[in-house]
C-alpha cells in the first residue's frame, strides 16, 4: 500500500515536499516514481528513482525544479518541488514497480494521489 501526503494550495514560486510512505517489507526491492494528471489531462510521468536512490530520472517540464530521494530506512519517497508554477497543478501518484522507469504500465502499485494547486 502505498499513501502519498504533502499536497496544498501554494502560490507560484513556492515549494513543496510531497511524501510517499510504502507498507511493505520489501520497499528497497521497488523502483519508485512520481507521476500526475492535470484536469482533462492524461497521466503524466514527473520522477522516477531506482531502488538504491543511486539512479533519477526527470520530465524535462521539472527538470532543475523536483527532486525525488527515498528514505530506505523509513520506506519513504519524497518529492521536492521548487519552484512551482500554475502548470505543476495535478494530481500527484506515486507508483511503486521493478525495473520500471518512464512509463505508467511498468509500475505495479499506486497510491491514491495527493493534490498540488497552484493558482495563476
Known amino acids: 500500500q502505498l499513501v502519498e501526503s504533502g499536497g496544498a494550495l501554494v502560490q507560484a514560486g513556492d515549494s513543496l515536499r510531497l511524501s510517499c510512505t510504502a507498507s511493505?517489507?520489501?520497499?528497497?526491492?521497488?523502483?519508485f516514481g512520481w507521476f500526475r494528471q492535470a484536469p482533462g489531462a492524461d497521466l503524466e510521468f514527473v520522477a522516477a528513482?531506482?531502488?538504491?536512490?543511486?539512479?533519477?530520472v526527470y520530465a524535462y517540464s521539472v527538470k532543475d525544479r523536483f527532486t525525488i530521494s527515498r528514505d530506505n530506512r523509513k520506506d519513504t519517497v519524497h518529492l521536492q518541488m521548487n519552484s512551482l508554477k500554475p502548470e505543476d497543478t495535478a494530481v500527484y501518484y506515486c507508483?511503486?514497480?521493478?525495473?520500471?522507469?518512464?512509463?505508467?504500465?511498468?509500475?505495479?502499485?499506486w497510491g491514491q494521489g495527493t493534490q498540488v494547486t497552484v493558482p495563476s
Open positions: 507508483a511503486a514497480g521493478v525495473g520500471a522507469t518512464t512509463t505508467s504500465r511498468d509500475y505495479e502499485y
Open positions: 511493505t517489507q520489501t520497499f528497497m526491492s521497488f523502483d
Open positions: 528513482i531506482n531502488w538504491s536512490g543511486g539512479s533519477t
